[in-house]
């Protein structure tokens, strides 16, 4: 049997004291799935990455949210990292005067403790980001700037990508990893995510557009709408989508 | 109240002849003479500004003492028609507000102005103001606001001496399109008081740009106190022209009050008086209110320019910007001591200041303390300081293109100040600031070519 | 919004302070207590030579007509004078030629305080003077540096030996008329640290001075001067911890600083005196003048300072930039917590040609404290083609305290140029959460962020001091919610 990797089921969320975004959400990947997110602007996309990964502004109201096996709703943003659970923000923060390499060591180590496995040595740990910056082809400098400070737009995503593929993660929730990025970036970016994927990992890709899909291609594709999945289909969903825009989502509904 | 056993004999004469001089002064209208008396209070309270005292640390208060000015009202000379013709922007001829020594001359305004839905009320006439008791209420509120706690000295002095002044006050949901223009003249050896308060009402909207104006080669004082109170969603911009003859010495003290949502402009040109400083205060009361002060100097030979602002952002979500700019040559001196003040709480703060200056000689000078006081954490404040010489780059840049070089010198310069100049109202005054600019520049880039000569 | 990590920032607490023990020692203390007598006793007990006396009694002349500066952002009740022990020493011999003659009560204090003075256990190219109170109680590598001709003593020992030399420097660049605080340390002061490095010499070793207040009541006046001669260069480092008792303790320290053509010093300060408990109550006054002057052409002082401890911090290192061509440089993270109050900043006082100087102030307070930059930039119009650059950055951690910058640029001239930049920040809720969401810890998050925030002027610090410095900003934030 495939191992489930997310199991969310009927998750409603709010702003703390605020409004309910996320009404009743259920949501299963299992190991080697693809899924994608779509939905106009305000259905609750991002606030959904951001409840999964644990931001502090948000809070889960009912329902369960299950990641291997544990419950999500009891852990810190940071064990739930450590459990392999990552986000690629879709506006990565800057952090002044934070070396870019010696926080990917630190989060990778950090990942290494919580499960009681040896921390890499710097030089180690070298070997392994050179080996992955192959992958994005992406320039070695790029490792002593400050993390995200100054960087561009596709700079930033694919910093990102970097580090989903350095921390090895379970599952991974694209937050419009899209968005802001040329063609080339875009390649690079899918790329990345396609030499992480694998039988036994899930991807979750939050995005308005069909382009990323053509580069990854997804197995599901939910629609958001005002809280709640309404409808998923196929690959071929999104195409719809492209095509005739999110009123279809009312001539399928009604 | 200050020893005056330790202040010198000047001083002690000036603050006697004050208190002689404003007997004869006091209102008629209870509640404006009240304060006048309380204001009295504060004047040998406070005592003349100290160079100990932080605020006045760079300032040379001795000419003012020195000078011996009459504090008695100054006789209302006539004046030439003709004057006022060159003063006056063609755009504002039929919007046009007249002082002479600070009493307000019916006869030099225009009298289409009441026409325009917006109240000129002079405060020492006891039968206008009956006739509005709505305008009456607000002189009643604003005027001298916690004179009983007023820290400014001149301010004090302005409210014990003020004989005339008015109130300009813009109604709820009304929006004046024309720029409205006041001309402020004085004349010799006055100690003048001139005080307005402005008031604009719920989404009032106004435009004012002032000229202050020294009569030929006369040496005076204008010590002005402007009080200004902005309803919710209320818009007003000031352009505050110093047009002086070079003998004048103005001491401007303006206190604007913002409330929710309100805007404010200020932009002051500093082109011509002697000695000149501005005492900018802005309360940001409400969330939501924003104000915009920015400043251009040029000083020559021995003149002196003093920019002290605070800002108080009291509440959360204000923004406040502060960007001045000034030319120093010869032997002038600039100032430039701005205050951004975050209170707690107030959270969502917005607030920025620059203040650039460019010394175009070798005993030009510029004290700068662009200064950040803040209770809040969520709040982006950021300021910045430059003084230097125009860039040699530049300069070659233009040379290397066939442009003489006092001419780059001139073109560079006037870029500097043109950000500064852009942004005031009408294009008439933009072309006069202009024109001054280069009259002072002249004999700048004299200095300044010679300078680069010896490279 | 009251969130998880907005709250924790909200209540972030320094960890217990751990160098707040006393050691128990019989000392020779004068009675509280200021007088002319005091300063004849102190004199006296130093053996110290005639001019020296004088120097203090103008001193203390001078002090007599002066007052406490109140410019200062600080809140304080008045310092009472005579509430004050001017002068204790361990009671044992002090040994200054051989370290079995220290009080071993002493070697523990050090050892427990991580700085082994002991023969065996030297710390690898570092040199210590150890000043305890009052009195320097140990100094080592003195001979090994004595061979190439570099003077490391304390300053009642230099007084003795090298009068030449103090009677020119003392109060040469610190006048004892520049202030209060500078009057009073220049009557009583009673020991600190010498240095004088020869022409032509690239002091080998990190030459360190460690400051222990331990006598309850006592305040500490040390005086340090330290002489870079030509062509030379010395790094120096000073670290300083106190118990922690209920009462305030005042400090009041001089330094002098003197380059010579083409010399330069680094002087770092690692302070972490003990700054009182969570509401204020106790913890050290610490009213400080630095300042160093750049006498030669093409000399260079630059100042780094770490300050965290102090429940009053009032100090200003500054330079003199009057040789031409000569560098001012500082380096400043100042963070303060609970009811802390730090006034700290310098002067650069460009009046050679060509000087350059550059400030880089990070800023930090938490808690109810309060930390303000104060620094003048000054160019006379001699001082031709002088630059200075200036970023003051301020972070502040939780609603309840206050950051200040007040700067005073006072320029004069057509060729010189300054530049000064400043901004104010706090650890956004969104950095943390990113942090967190790579598997970081809300702790180490927010010293991660901090750290990138005074990396600028840790990396001035001498080799395992950056370190140290790091680990030092993280136990001052602690948080005790957890």
């Known amino acids: 049997m495939t191992e489930t990797i997310l199991e969310v089921k009927n998750l409603e969320a709010n702003l703390e004291d605020g409004d309910k975004i996320l009404k009743g959400l259920n949501l299963t990947i299992k190991a080697g799935e693809v899924h994608a997110i779509m939905g106009p602007n305000g259905s609750g996309k991002s606030t959904l990455s951001k409840i999964l990964s644990g931001h502090p502004a948000y809070k889960v109201s009912s329902g369960s949210m299950n990641f291997l096996g544990r419950d999500l709703n009891e852990l810190e943003a940071n064990e739930r990292a450590n459990l392999g659970l990552f986000l690629a923000f879709q506006y990565p923060l800057e952090i002044a005067g934070v070396n870019n390499l010696e926080f990917l060591r630190m989060a990778y180590n950090s990942k290494q403790k919580y499960h009681g496995l040896e921390e890499a040595d710097p030089l180690d740990f070298d070997d392994l980001v050179e080996s992955k910056l192959e992958i994005l082809s992406m320039k070695n400098d790029f490792l002593n700037r400050n993390l995200n400070e100054g960087f561009s737009g596709g700079e930033k995503k694919k910093n990102e990508i970097l580090q989903m593929l350095i921390l090895e993660p379970k599952l991974v929730v694209l937050d419009e990893i899209d968005s802001g990025l040329d063609i080339d970036a875009l390649k690079a970016v899918a790329n990345g995510i396609n030499a992480y994927k694998n039988t036994g990992n899930g991807v979750l890709m939050i995005t308005h557009y069909q382009r990323l899909l053509d580069y990854v291609v997804p197995d599901q594709v939910h629609v958001l709408s005002e809280g709640r999945i309404v409808l998923s289909g196929k690959a071929d969903l999104a195409l719809e989508l492209e095509k005739k825009g999110y009123d279809i989502l009312n001539a399928k509904l009604s | 109240m200050p020893n005056l056993a330790e202040r010198n004999k000047n001083e002690i004469e000036f603050i006697e002849q004050i208190f002689r001089a404003s007997s004869s002064m006091l209102s008629e209208i209870p509640n404006i003479r009240s304060r006048q008396e309380t204001a009295i209070k504060r004047v040998t309270e406070l005592g003349f500004p100290q160079k100990s005292s932080e605020d006045w640390k760079y300032y040379d208060s001795q000419p003012i003492l020195e000078n011996f000015f009459t504090l008695d009202i100054c006789e209302i000379n006539k004046l030439d028609k003709e004057i006022i013709r060159k003063h006056r922007f063609p755009e504002c001829s039929e919007n046009l507000l007249v002082t002479v020594n600070g009493h307000f001359s019916k006869e030099l305004s225009s009298t289409s102005l009441t026409n325009k839905n917006i109240s000129i009320i002079d405060f020492n006439d006891p039968d206008q103001l009956k006739k509005h008791p709505t305008e009456e209420e607000i002189i009643n509120q604003h005027f001298a606001h916690k004179i009983n706690q007023e820290d400014s000295f001149f301010k004090a002095c302005n409210t014990a001496l003020m004989s005339n002044g008015f109130l300009l006050s813009v109604p709820d949901d009304t929006e004046i399109e024309e720029t409205i223009q006041i001309l402020h003249f004085s004349n010799e050896s006055c100690f003048n008081q001139t005080r307005s308060l402005i008031h604009l009402g719920k989404n009032a909207k106004l435009k004012i740009i002032v000229s202050y104006i020294g009569l030929a080669n006369s040496h005076f004082v204008n010590n002005a106190v402007v009080e200004l109170i902005l309803s919710e969603g209320a818009h007003f911009k000031l352009d505050k022209i110093q047009d002086d003859t070079q003998q004048g010495i103005l001491l401007y003290d303006l206190y604007a009050r913002l409330m929710k949502n309100s805007n404010f402009e200020y932009n002051s040109l500093d082109l011509k008086a002697n000695h000149s400083r501005d005492n900018i205060k802005v309360d940001l009361l409400e969330p939501g209110a924003n104000a915009g002060l920015a400043g251009f100097y040029i000083l020559n030979k021995d003149r002196k320019a003093h920019n002290v602002i605070k800002v108080n952002h009291l509440v959360p979500n204000c923004t406040s910007n502060q960007l001045y700019k000034g030319i120093i040559s010869d032997s002038a001196r600039a100032e430039f001591n701005g205050e951004i003040n975050v209170s707690e709480g107030a959270n969502g703060t917005n607030a920025t200041q620059l203040n650039k200056n460019l010394l175009l000689s070798n005993t030009a000078h510029i004290d700068s303390r662009p200064q950040l006081k803040i209770l809040a954490d969520d709040v982006k404040c950021s300021h910045g300081s430059t003084v230097g010489e125009l860039d040699e780059d530049e300069i070659f840049y233009l040379l290397s293109r066939g442009i003489k070089k006092d001419d780059a010198l001139a073109m560079l310069t006037l870029s500097f100040c043109e950000e500064i100049i852009q942004k005031v109202t009408i294009d008439s005054a933009k072309q006069h600031i202009r024109n001054l600019t280069l009259e002072n520049l002249d004999t700048t880039i004299h200095t300044a070519n010679t300078v680069h000569k010896l490279k | ?482």
Request: glycine share 8%.
């Open chain 3, 1 to 482: 919004m009251e969130t998880k990590s907005s709250s924790i920032l909200e209540n972030l607490n320094s960890q217990e302070y751990k160098y707040g023990f006393t050691t128990e020692l019989e000392t020779d203390s004068f009675p509280k207590g200021l007088s002319e007598e005091v300063i004849n006793r102190i004199s006296r007990i130093k053996n110290e030579p005639e001019f020296m006396l004088e120097f203090r009694l103008k001193a203390y002349k001078a002090f007599l007509k002066m007052t406490e500066p109140e410019w200062a952002l600080l809140n304080y009740p008045k310092i009472d004078l005579q509430d004050v022990i001017y002068y204790s020493a361990p009671k044992k011999k002090i040994g200054k030629n051989s370290l079995e003659e220290v009080d071993p009560e002493i070697l523990k204090t050090y050892e427990k305080l991580g700085i082994p003075i002991g023969e065996q256990k030297r710390l690898e190219g570092i040199a210590v003077d150890a000043i305890f109170d009052s009195v320097s109680v140990a100094n080592t590598h003195k001979k090994a540096l004595a061979e190439i001709g570099i003077i490391f003593c304390s300053i009642s020992e230099a007084i003795q030996e090298h009068p030449e030399l103090i009677k020119k420097y003392i109060g040469s660049v610190v006048p004892h008329t520049d202030n209060y605080f500078t009057a009073l340390n220049s009557a009583v002061f009673s020991d600190g640290t010498f240095i004088y490095i020869p022409p032509n010499t690239k002091c080998p070793l990190e030459l360190s001075t460690n400051f222990r207040i331990n006598t309850k009541g006592s305040g500490q006046f040390e005086r340090t001067l330290i002489i870079c001669d030509d062509n030379s260069y010395v790094s120096y480092l000073e670290g300083c911890t106190a118990p922690a008792f209920d009462e305030n303790q005042l400090h009041a320290a001089v330094v002098e600083l003197v380059t010579l053509d083409n010399s330069e010093i680094k002087y770092s300060t690692v302070q972490n005196w003990y700054a009182g408990d969570e509401n204020g109550k106790g913890g050290i006054y610490n009213f400080v003048t630095k300042r160093g002057k750049c006498a030669g052409k093409n000399s260079k002082i630059s100042w780094t300072q770490v300050e965290t401890g102090s429940a009053i911090t009032w100090k200003y290192p500054s330079c003199i930039l009057l040789g031409d061509n000569s560098i001012g440089e500082f380096y400043s993270v100042a963070l303060t917590n609970n009811m802390q109050q730090a006034d700290t900043g310098t002067k650069m006082i460009h009046i050679g040609k060509n000087t350059k100087s550059t400030i880089i102030s990070k800023g930090i307070s938490a808690g109810k404290s309060s930390n303000t930059y104060r620094g003048l930039v000054k160019m006379g119009e001699r001082a031709k083609g002088a630059r200075n650059y200036t970023q003051c950055d301020s972070m502040l951690i939780g609603s309840h305290c206050r950051a200040s910058t007040v700067p005073y640029i006072e320029v004069e001239g057509d060729s010189n140029r300054v530049e000064h930049e400043a901004s104010t920040s706090k650890i956004s809720e969104e950095q943390l959460f990113y942090l967190q969401q790579r598997g970081i810890s809300l702790e180490s998050a927010i010293a991660l962020i901090i750290s990138g925030f005074c990396k600028d002027v840790f990396k001035e610090l001498p080799g395992e001091f950056a370190a140290e410095a790091n680990q030092l900003m993280s136990l001052k934030l602690e948080n005790s919610v957890g």
